[in-house]
């Protein structure tokens, strides 16, 4: 089974909508990212959490929201979609201490 | 503004040559990661630099990071089809391994 998994892994919605994207991990690590994939843009760091009683704004937080509801669980959230919102999302986690980070299958999202 | 700049951003070699894709960053950092994308799939750590002058060897590719010139190298030796990927080079602007800062991508085809 894989380290760290992503749902849903596809979504299309539509303008207005809210969704959720989910993060587990099982490597027990206590940081975890949420990351945005756009073609010829790299990776920017939407949201990082050392613990569920810590949550930072990374590059790009605007339009989204997370939450960190145990060590494991880490939810990405889009108040109300927009187009420019679609992209793949990737979730990330590295041990307190350790170099790595270590990413989900990520999440491909389409905005109509 | 911070930049992380990667060239070039496509490359396209032949088997068995030797080539060099570059990454340029814009602010004081001592830590810098190299990953590796195939087509659809996650991100996988390559490597991990962590002071000026430091070099890292796995396989065909080699990286080396100087602090000094805010320049990271990954060297590809002999190159083989199976190194076809999209590298990313990340710096954690503030040392501290939360802040990630990718560059755009190299795509690299290895041609037969």
């Known amino acids: 089974d894989a380290d760290v998994t992503q749902t849903p892994r596809n979504r299309i919605t539509k303008t207005g909508k809210r969704i959720m994207l989910e993060c587990s991990q099982t490597?027990?690590?206590?940081?975890m990212y949420w990351y945005r994939q756009d073609p010829g843009l790299g990776l920017r760091l939407i949201y990082y959490?050392?613990?569920?009683?810590?949550?930072n704004k990374g590059e790009i937080s605007d339009g989204y929201s997370v939450s960190r509801q145990a060590q494991a669980k880490f939810s990405l959230s889009l108040e109300s979609a927009i187009p420019n919102q679609t992209a793949l999302y990737f979730c990330?986690?590295?041990?307190?201490?350790?170099?790595?980070?270590?990413f989900g299958p990520g999440t491909r999202l389409l905005v109509l | 503004e911070l930049k992380v700049e990667q060239n070039p951003l496509f490359l396209s070699m032949q088997e068995g040559k030797n080539y060099t894709i570059y990454c340029n960053y814009s602010?004081?950092?001592?830590?810098l990661y190299w990953y590796r994308q195939d087509p659809g799939k996650s991100l996988e750590s390559l490597f991990v630099?962590?002071?000026?002058?430091a070099v890292k060897q796995e396989g065909r590719l080699m990286a080396s990071l100087d602090t000094k010139a805010r320049l990271s190298t990954l060297h590809i030796t002999a190159a083989v089809h199976d190194l076809s990927a999209t590298y990313f080079c990340?710096?954690?602007?503030?040392?501290?391994?939360?802040?990630?800062?990718f560059g755009t991508g190299t795509s690299l085809t290895v041609i037969p």
């Open positions: 602010t004081t950092s001592d830590r």
């Open positions: 630099l962590l002071s000026n002058g």
């Open positions: 959490s050392f613990d569920v009683k810590d949550i």
């Open positions: 490597k027990g690590h206590d940081r």
């Open positions: 990330a986690t590295r041990a307190a201490g350790g170099q790595t980070q270590y």
């Open positions: 990340a710096v954690d602007i503030l040392n501290t391994g939360n802040q990630f800062y």
